[in-house]
């Protein structure tokens, strides 16, 4: 037991520390992982099985929130097979033109740096889907556009494996065609599993069941088979509600993972220099391509933009290819080295750049030509709040309720703004008047500032990070009008309130008065005419006496 003290204690101080320097924690747990690694620590038996699991999960969730309609969107199947083609030639005679000038690793001739540009076009979906949710943009427009090219990549990487194993899937494979009636008994089960810890085993049998096992016994990659099960279960009412039951478990999980690619990657310095090279002239390649390809498919340049940076990575997939190149002759165990070194490093700078994206895709997005918003994608068009007086960032249930309220008992012309776009389809249904957009739009901000009938703005969203960052940008635009917004913890609270915002509700306090509120309405004086009188006789007792 002693090793997985250590693991874990090195993990935790690892992430506390990255969380102080104001970066993702999971560049900690990457670099807990070198810090391993370099030291001699292999990892604790069954380690690298909790991985797995957290990775089979992590799919299991993507399937569970995401739209299979985006694969069809031209800017995801475009971007996917035309960069993958593109960066393959470029990494090849990127890597071609290092040998050359003395990188006798890589002369290896032109099958081998075509086969390790091939694994390097990969980008990481565990890493992207761990930062889209870490900002809750994985329902966003930009995200299921990432994810969408994620899952192509996945199924790409799949079709090569399979394609280079020495044998071939089992003909019974045919017999997944069953799952799509058989979605209706799961979706049948689900219903009756209850809120607790029911539900959660459902979900990690459901990933690790007729998922990966199903999928692995027929000769499929198991992940893949993960993600079928979720996307099969996408479209049941307590898709969202499972997901959510899930989170913590995997992520637990998904620190296991994270240790493992740093422990795995124990480089000679020579390798590392490499490594780093393969970095510093492959990334910035690999992330403009995609910025360009979005643009050019008709995404705004601020969405282009947060795309490329999300898929700037390599993938652990990249592992994979290589280790059938090994296999087949075409590249040696110390190409293979560099290779993981390379993708756990472009983890970490992945994750250092999407930890300061607000700054980065601002600059990026100013440098880009200005667009024709005729030409960009109906979706992703600039937001227009019409005449609204009340704008309301997030539509969760807390947004949702402040929307009802104000439109419902104030009589004021209020806007919802939400970035997943499967829940902005349900609010249109709902009849309720909401955009797609997020807090990160800089583009809506100066739409606000210039829309001067709007006197009240209300942040709902569930990251207190997203929340502070709107408040930023009212400040910067200059917006006059009142501010009011959501917290769960009293440092938040303070926090807000020293900064100027009008009013703060934290959440769980505020759920207690209205709840003692609502049971003591039985309990107030009746005035003569039998209804029940005014109880606020102090104006200082009222709640409306700030307003």
Not at 223 to 233: F, K, Q, T, W
Request: glycine letters at 10%; a negative charge; charged letters at 20%.
């Amino acid at each position: 037991m002693l090793d997985v003290a250590v693991t874990l204690m090195v993990a935790t101080a690892a992430g506390v520390l990255a969380r102080w320097c104001r970066v993702p924690p999971l560049v900690g747990f990457l670099g807990a992982g070198f810090l391993l690694g370099g030291a001699g620590m292999d990892p604790f038996p069954g380690l690298e099985d909790l991985a797995d699991v957290g990775v089979t999960l992590l799919l299991f969730t993507i399937g569970l929130k995401f739209d299979v309609r985006a694969l069809m969107r031209r800017e995801a199947w475009g971007s996917a097979v035309t960069h993958m083609a593109l960066f393959t030639l470029a990494a090849a005679g990127l890597l071609g033109l290092l040998a050359g000038i003395g990188m006798t690793l890589l002369d290896e001739g032109w099958a081998t740096l075509a086969l390790l540009g091939f694994a390097l076009s990969f980008s990481s979906t565990v890493l992207c889907v761990k930062v889209l949710e870490e900002r809750s943009d994985d329902g966003a427009y930009y995200g299921q556009a990432a994810i969408a090219i994620l899952v192509l990549q996945d199924l790409a990487a799949v079709g090569f494996i399979t394609a280079t194993a020495e044998e071939p899937p089992s003909l019974w494979a045919i017999a997944l065609i069953l799952l799509l009636p058989g979605a209706w008994l799961l979706g049948r089960i689900l219903e009756k599993v209850g809120h607790g810890e029911l539900l959660v085993l459902f979900g990690a049998a459901m990933a690790l069941g007729p998922g990966y096992w199903l999928f692995d016994s027929l000769g499929i990659k198991g992940d893949l088979g993960a993600l079928v099960i979720g996307l099969l279960l996408a479209r049941h009412p307590r898709a969202e509600e499972l997901s959510k039951a899930l989170f913590s478990v995997k992520e637990l999980f998904l620190i296991g993972f994270f240790l493992t690619i740093g422990m795995q990657a124990v480089p000679t310095l020579a390798d590392l220099a490499l490594a780093v090279l393969l970095c510093m002239v492959l990334l910035p390649v690999k992330t403009a391509g995609f910025i360009l390809l979005a643009r050019q498919l008709g995404l705004r340049n601020r969405t282009a933009a947060l795309s490329g940076l999300v898929l700037g990575n390599f993938s652990e997939f990249a592992l994979i290819v290589g280790a059938v190149g090994v296999s087949g002759g075409l590249i040696d165990d110390d190409q293979l080295t560099v290779v993981a070194v390379a993708v756990a490093l472009s983890m970490v700078l992945s994750s250092l750049v999407n930890g300061r994206r607000h700054q980065i895709v601002r600059a990026i997005a100013r440098r880009l030509p200005a667009q024709d918003v005729a030409r960009i994608n109906a979706a992703d068009r600039p937001l227009d709040i019409g005449d609204a007086e009340v704008v309301v960032l997030g539509m969760g249930r807390i947004g949702r309720g402040a929307y009802d309220e104000v439109r419902e008992e104030r009589k004021l012309g209020v806007v919802g703004v939400e970035n997943d776009h499967a829940a902005l389809a349900r609010l249109i249904e709902q009849d309720y008047r909401v955009v797609e957009g997020d807090a990160t739009d800089y583009e809506f901000w100066d739409r606000l500032r210039h829309s001067s009938q709007v006197r009240l703005v209300i942040l709902a969203m569930p990251h207190h990070d997203s929340n502070t960052f709107a408040l930023d940008q009212l400040r910067d635009t200059g917006y006059p009008g009142e501010v009011a917004a959501v917290v769960r913890h009293p440092d938040q609270d303070a926090e807000l309130r020293a900064r100027g915002v009008d009013a703060v509700f934290n959440l769980y306090e505020g759920a207690g008065v209205a709840l003692a509120e609502t049971a003591c309405r039985g309990l107030e004086p009746e005035a003569s005419d039998g209804r029940p009188g005014d109880v606020h006789e102090d104006p200082r007792d009222d709640p409306d006496a700030d307003r």
